[in-house]
């Protein structure tokens, strides 16, 4: 008899702030090669004659900023929904790191020790990125041939658009703005290379990275970061009936020279304060769990630039993380795939 089971997965974390533990993160992340979608031996020229030379101790500082007593935040608090999406569905639920010891086969191993034949993929972005979702599909399905033939997959697509997301987005917002007199309100996506969205285009023609096409519907839409990202503030700027010049997208988190998503975080941080604005607040979509990048770059870097050029007040909004209006919404698909299908599920 057929039995399901779901896989939650997040990007993942060193074991520790070591910068050897750092570095050797780093290697497995960086060299992923839809993250640095680079020749191999190029990208292994960047990554392990340059960046791993110099970034570890720098990364490994950074992590030790916003390093909690029980360890990385990221698994702290992916753990914690994990535990509570356990207890409010019908089927076994294991979570799994595509990085870090916790890995996605570690995961699928303690599915399979459980009876689970039939696996949903959870990949935890609200978007779709070849550095994100797809890199977890990958290597689930490399995985799956190779020690759990006996599987089946199925997998929750991008859900930056469902109404019950962009609800429960909404309200995390509203809720830490409420009463705050705030005059901007940024919304921060992860960063990709340009390059990216222009590979994963099935048009082969529609993606021009400028404000056009991602306006423009388009079967390309399906697969695109940057359209999804500008979706989502679109709907939550909707939904929360802010005004026109009051908010604004950027992107996060840069690495070498090629072109990557733009306005920049940093700049557009810096814009806003040499502007005169003194109030701003800024929330990170691309993320349902606070990790390094919204706790340490966005939280405590962004408000650095803002204070420096004049800025004032600097509110930061957190990831869903563990709110239980988010885990019943997550619970919800899952039930509903267990019973129906992932279609269904998430339609």
């Not at 979608?37 to 970034?55: E, H, K, Q």
């Not at 570890?56 to 535990?83: C, F």
């Amino acid at each position: 008899m057929k039995k399901k089971g779901a896989l939650l997965v997040n990007l993942g974390s060193p074991e520790s702030t070591d910068p050897k533990d750092v570095k050797k993160y780093l290697d497995e992340f960086l060299m992923d090669s839809r993250v640095i979608d680079l020749p191999y031996l190029l990208r292994s020229f960047i990554v392990r004659g340059i960046v791993l030379n110099t970034r570890p101790k720098k990364s490994a500082e950074a992590y030790s900023k916003i390093w909690w007593d029980d360890g990385s935040p990221l698994i702290v608090l992916s753990e914690r929904l994990r535990k509570k999406v356990d207890n409010q569905t019908s089927v076994p639920i294991a979570l799994a790191m595509r990085y870090g010891s916790m890995t996605i086969k570690k995961g699928l191993q303690e599915l399979k020790d459980q009876g689970v034949t039939e696996v949903l993929l959870v990949p935890l972005y609200p978007q779709f990125a070849m550095a994100t979702t797809e890199t977890i599909m990958v290597l689930a399905e490399e995985l799956r041939l190779e020690f759990f033939p006996e599987m089946t997959f199925s997998s929750i697509p991008a859900f930056y658009n469902k109404p019950e997301y962009i609800e429960v987005l909404a309200k995390s917002i509203s809720e830490k703005l409420e009463g705050l007199d705030y005059e901007h309100l940024l919304f921060s996506y992860h960063g990709v290379p340009e390059r990216h969205i222009k590979k994963r285009d099935i048009t082969k023609s529609h993606c021009k990275i400028d404000m056009s096409c991602c306006s423009t519907h388009s079967p390309a839409h399906q697969f695109c970061y940057r359209h999804q990202c500008y979706e989502v503030t679109r709907l939550v700027g909707k939904k929360l009936s802010l005004q026109d010049g009051t908010f604004s997208t950027s992107f996060q988190s840069r690495l070498g020279f090629d072109p990557w998503l733009q306005p920049y975080t940093d700049r557009t941080i810096e814009k806003l304060g040499l502007s005169g604005i003194k109030k701003m607040a800024i929330v990170t979509p691309a993320f349902v769990s606070d990790c390094l990048e919204t706790l340490e770059e966005i939280a405590m870097e962004g408000e650095e630039i803002f204070h420096e050029v004049g800025g004032k007040e600097f509110t930061t909004i957190p990831c869903l993380n563990e709110r239980d209006d988010w885990v019943r919404v997550l619970s919800g698909w899952i039930d509903q795939w267990a019973l129906v299908d992932v279609e269904t599920a998430i339609a």
